[in-house]
Antibody, heavy 123, light 108 residues
Framework: EVQLVESGGGLVKPGGSLRLSCVAS????????MNWVRQAPGKGLEWVSS????????YYADSLKGRFTISRDNARNSLFLQMNSLRADDTAVYYC????????????????WGPGTVVTVSS | SYVLTQPPSVSVAPGETARITCGGN??????VNWCQQKPGQAPVLVIY???DRPSGIPERFSGSNSGNTATLTVSRVEGGDEADFYC???????????FGGGTKLSVL
């Protein structure tokens, strides 16, 4: 059974940093791209970042302006999101999701999602 | 950047058919995914590659895609289908995933 479990969320002050983690099980982690998607309170889904299976291809939403860094450790079946210079509008539930292929591409999809971790940015 | 446009809400009576649209420039040339999200839960993929259903998704869920509009159709709607639905595509020109704004399906 495929499982994705996020952690690392919490309350942080504006300008602070957080590192989210997503531990995967039930599939060959090193064969799949991975993604972060967030959802602000009462809002829709917003794609944040994607990383290919070998970390060769990394993509970010334009709105992040270089504040977030995605990475992965295939030996530990883990995905990470380092978030710096956090702002109030980064407050959201952050989901990790598995891609179908090794790299984001036409025909890809997010069949598996974690339950999410809540990030709150407030003073 | 590529934009996907969905109606904010769709309402249908139980047993009727709900159609949720997703508009985008020449979206018919892209592969569209749809996910369903119930309150307090993570999204669930219900349609991928325009028309395919993952294992475990009822046949009542179907998809189509042509021209500038992709459509998710939910037949014989049940109360348990109430949820937010999002369309999603990969925009290769920007190397970005794009989600539609979401449509709330209400069962009257």
């Amino acid at each position: 059974e495929v499982q994705l479990v996020e952690s690392g969320g919490g309350l942080v002050k504006p300008g602070g940093s957080l590192r989210l983690s997503c531990v995967a099980s039930g599939f060959i982690f090193s064969s799949h791209s991975m993604n972060w998607v967030r959802q602000a309170p009462g809002k829709g889904l917003e794609w944040v970042s994607s990383i290919s299976s070998t970390s060769d291809y990394i993509y970010y939403a334009d709105s992040l302006k270089g504040r977030f860094t995605i990475s992965r450790d295939n030996a530990r079946n883990s995905l990470f999101l380092q978030m710096n210079s956090l702002r109030a509008d980064d407050t959201a539930v952050y989901y990790c999701a598995r891609g179908l292929y090794g790299t984001s591409s036409e025909g890809d999809n997010f069949q598996y999602w974690g339950p999410g971790t809540v990030v709150t940015v407030s003073s | 950047s590529y934009v996907l446009t969905q109606p904010p809400s769709v309402s249908v009576a139980p047993g009727e058919t709900a159609r949720i649209t997703c508009g985008g420039n020449n979206i018919g040339t892209k592969s569209v995914n749809w996910c369903q999200q119930k309150p307090g839960q993570a999204p669930v993929l219900v349609i991928y590659s325009d028309t395919d259903r993952p294992s475990g998704i009822p046949e009542r869920f179907s998809g189509s895609n042509s021209g500038n509009t992709a459509t998710l159709t939910v037949s014989r709607v049940e109360g348990g289908d109430e949820a937010d639905f999002y369309c999603q595509v990969w925009d290769s020109s920007s190397a970005h995933w794009v989600f539609g704004g979401g449509t709330k399906l209400s069962v009257l």
